[in-house]
């Protein structure tokens, strides 16, 4: 077990005066259990139930009563509170409806009480059996896989990472930090796969669990498919979703298959409710408000890098090449970052997107949009810092402030460039390997020391 940025989330969760019952959030095997569990250990009692158990799930004859379900609870595991902080874990929460309603009454009548509830394919079985969460009595937060810094707690990188919190990150240090970054990227984020890469450096063994993986995947699609045609359909998306990624999808005959679009968009929603991947529908400006065009194509992310250097087949790459721009067409590099920006958006406080202009004279795509302070900052990722980049340049000439970013495989610097109408702008140089730290390096702090360097 490593360390989670997700466990901080929680420690905030647990400190606020507004509390609400906790609902976490994500895909099978991101490791929602195993970071409770260790947030457990934290209070002076922690209660787990996990209701795929019969015995547990009997618990929950009534939902309301939750005084008595609460002593039931204790009764039956054997414990005593009186006085103690104590944190209830009901995991696999969406085989009882029952116990779903107990997080309101919990929240109104026990708000003493820490509750946290999980499950797998939750939102799928919410809407299958028409089920509901207590609005207004429950509280969000989504898990995703590691990301680099947590990769590097796992790895025992701990110098490095207290650089990485250095403004500005000192040049002598961009090798290692691009040899740690390549190893993530090649292994990707599963918590089962870094452990075992980790403990064993066996390229094969990381590539057999995240077939193991996904095999688990397709045979979930058994059980919340509505129809035996659609539980084919899904297989079939989960194992040709990792090759789109980072494109801007078409939903007719997706993954060289004869599947009609409706069809496609009605499944890809379900692995989107399965926390398999993530649609990304482009904005068409760059000035807020702005909606999301849900008539155009989307891009696509899956759920982590690795999937995609699987299916792909591309993990003999990471050994043959010198930088990551050049594996699979710059795909591995594009999914990695947009990976990064997704782990740490919810906590930092921005949305996350991709835009998309479209004319007869010309059309441009931006990588990432991310929205924030509210502005839409552009987000490139380029091979280095010499590429062009004409969509940037077209979205800075609509946008009402002067602020973009491009990530590369190089040095970190500000720059003052010029659209073609000559309009400046502050462009951030981004290292591919500082993504987690983007926020930061966005403040004028940041601004600061890097003209001083």
Known sequence: MFKRHI???????????????????????????????????EFDCFIELNLETPADRDIFIDGTDVSSLYNLIL?????????????????????????????????????ELFVIAAGSLLDIYLKRNRLEIPVGRVEYMWM??????????????????????????PSWAYPVLREKLMEYAM????PEVITVWLQTGNI??????????????????????????????????????????????????????DFRAQTVKNALTLLEQASLLTLFYPYGNAVLPALPKLGRRPKLLFLDTGFVNYQANIHEQYFTTQGLNSIYKGVAMEHLVGQQLLSFAAA??????????????????????????NRMIPIEVKAGKTGTLKSLML?????????????????TAWEIISTPSGKQFRLLNLNLGLCTRLIDYLNVEA???LRDK
């Open 7 to 41: 466990i901080d989330e929680l420690r905030k969760w647990a400190e606020s005066p507004y509390r609400k019952s906790l609902v976490l959030r994500g895909a099978r095997q991101v490791g929602k259990t195993t970071a409770i569990r260790i947030f457990g250990q």
């Open 75 to 111: 009764l039956k595991k054997g414990v005593q509170t009186p006085g103690k902080r104590v944190l209830l874990f009901i995991d696999e929460i969406q085989h009882s409806p029952q116990a779903l309603l107990s997080l309101r009454y919990f929240y109104e009548k026990m708000p």
């Open 144 to 169: 995703h896989p590691c990301n680099f810094d947590e990769y590097l707690h796992a790895a025992a990188q701990d110098q490095l990472l207290e650089l990485l919190d250095t403004i500005p990150f």
């Open 187 to 190: 292994v990707g984020g599963m």
């Open 204 to 257: 094969m063994e990381v590539r057999r669990i995240l077939g193991n993986l996904l095999q688990t995947y397709r045979d979930d699609a058994i059980k919340y498919a509505m129809t035996g045609d659609q539980a084919t359909i899904l297989g079939h998306l989960i194992s040709t979703a990792p090759t789109q990624a980072c494109k801007l999808i078409s939903f007719e005959h997706f993954g060289e298959s």
């Open 348 to 373: 930092s406080g921005f949305k996350l997107g991709t835009w998309v202009r479209s004319a007869r004279s010309s059309s441009a795509e931006v990588d990432f949009v991310v929205i924030q302070d």
């Open 395 to 411: 979205f800075m000439e609509e946008a009402d402030h002067d602020l973009a970013v491009r990530i590369h495989d190089g040095q």
């Open 447 to 449: 601004r600061t020391a």
